[in-house]
């Protein structure tokens, strides 16, 4: 299932939060320079809590170091996406109700299964099934923060979003291509590689069609 959620992180950046942004921003330089941005800060949060985890261990469980790193990553770009999606709620329901309750609806059909996918990247990163649910819970309260920021700070928050969802976009993108796609690489023969492609393709599906029927 780790093909699965790869194909959800990468259909989640490049069919809804990017060109979300893209169609926010002011600046479209900008945005790439903040996508580009996040791509090396989160390489460098990895190396850094990889580094960290080493040296606690003073080297001698190299394997299990590189156990937490998706899981690390996957909380704080969740996290990000879910801020943001706090701010488009609060702004669609200060617009109309209506938009806002679609919005919402929106909003929760690409979550189920952004959810289940960062599910299965927490329990391929070494986390059992009660801390998974407890650290997707945590990254979750961050839409409530973000709620509360759109409601109070509307305009500040709008100007912000472009590039918070670029933040998020390129978490995803890191974990999907450096942290995921390497280990499917261990599987070389042909009906796991169809297996893995066709798992890839179900995540993207489930990311995108929910928005072609609600669009």
Known sequence: MVSFAAGA??????????PEAFMQA?????????????VLAFFLLEKTALWRHRHDD???????????RAG????VGDGFHNFVDGILIAAAFLTDVTVGLVTTA??????IPQEVGDFLILLHSGYDKAKALLLNVVSSLTAVAGGVLGYFALEGAREATPYMLALAAASFIYIAVADLMPDMHRANDTRST??????????IAAIALPFSLLH
């Open 72 to 75: 690390l990553l996957i909380v």
């Open 26 to 38: 002011g600046s479209i330089e900008g945005l790439f320079a903040v996508t580009l941005a996040g």
């Open 9 to 18: 992180l990468l259909a989640a950046a490049f069919l809804h939060l990017l």
């Open 194 to 203: 169809l297996w893995q492609i066709g798992l890839i393709a179900a995540g």
């Open 106 to 111: 929106a909003i929760i059909a690409h979550e």
């Open 58 to 68: 003073d080297g001698g469980h190299g394997a299990h170091a590189g156990s937490c």
